[in-house]
Antibody, heavy 118, light 111 residues
Framework: QVQLQESGPGLVKASETLSLTCTVSGGSISNSYWSWIRQPPGKGLEWIANIHSSGTTNYNPSLKSRVTISVDASKNQISLKVNSVTAADTAIYYC????????????WGQGTLVTVSS | QSALTQPPSVSGAPGQRVTISCTGSSSNIGAGYNVHWYQQLPGTAPKVLIYDNNNRPSGVPERFSASKSGTSASLAITGLQAEDEADYYCQSYDIYLSGWVFGGGTKLTVL
């Protein structure tokens, strides 16, 4: 079965760029949708961005100006970049597969905590 | 403010039945998009509990059920158990936002 693993720096300085990678194992990244979701400590879930293996993307309007999602099919990886980070970007970042068009998130990676320091 | 509205908390004694509501609008649930429910145990990633309004993945007990009507949905848990203590989130798609939306989450406390 498909498994997802997020990786990246746990600490990022304010105003810099947050970069994360999600590695997919147990299945191909092709012909599927993939998303990034985040959860600030003690708070709820927020969808960030979505990408199809073909390259088609969707972004949360509230983050669109600062976020880039991309896919590398040769490495079975999905990447996320968030520019000009502030303390408000401190969160657990999850990647997840979207098994159908505009569908649910399943499965999820275990998540990675990113803290933005001043 | 979340596009989907859930009560911040619910509670119940072991063996009791609780429900969690999820109120949306004509641009998400009311537009016909499916509602999905997630259970998040402390310190873990969310896991699908109910998908496509009322379907349970294999391994999810029959004690968990859900329904959808109009612009709202609800999750019901019967025979409450201590291990059900978790955060629960509803999720759908919003055509106005052109993206996925979550409820704010509901913390279930088993008394």
């Amino acid at each position: 079965q498909v498994q997802l693993q997020e990786s990246g720096p746990g600490l990022v300085k304010a105003s810099e760029t947050l970069s994360l990678t999600c590695t997919v194992s147990g299945g191909s990244i092709s012909n599927s949708y993939w998303s990034w979701i985040r959860q600030p400590p003690g708070k709820g879930l927020e969808w960030i961005a979505n990408i199809h293996s073909s390259g088609t993307t969707n972004y949360n309007p509230s983050l669109k100006s600062r976020v880039t999602i991309s896919v590398d099919a040769s490495k079975n990886q999905i990447s996320l970049k968030v520019n000009s980070v502030t303390a408000a970007d401190t969160a657990i970042y999850y990647c997840a597969r979207v098994p159908g068009y505009r569908s649910r998130f399943d499965p999820w990676g275990q998540g990675t905590l990113v803290t933005v320091s001043s | 403010q979340s596009a989907l509205t859930q009560p911040p908390s619910v509670s119940g004694a072991p063996g009791q039945r609780v429900t969690i509501s999820c109120t949306g609008s004509s641009s998400n649930i009311g537009a016909g998009y499916n509602v999905h429910w997630y259970q998040q145990l402390p310190g873990t990633a969310p896991k699908v509990l109910i998908y496509d309004n009322n379907n349970r993945p294999s391994g999810v007990p029959e004690r968990f059920s859900a329904s959808k009507s109009g612009t709202s949905a609800s999750l019901a848990i019967t025979g409450l158990q201590a291990e059900d203590e978790a955060d629960y989130y509803c999720q759908s798609y919003d055509i106005y936002l052109s993206g996925w939306v979550f409820g704010g989450g509901t913390k279930l406390t088993v008394l």
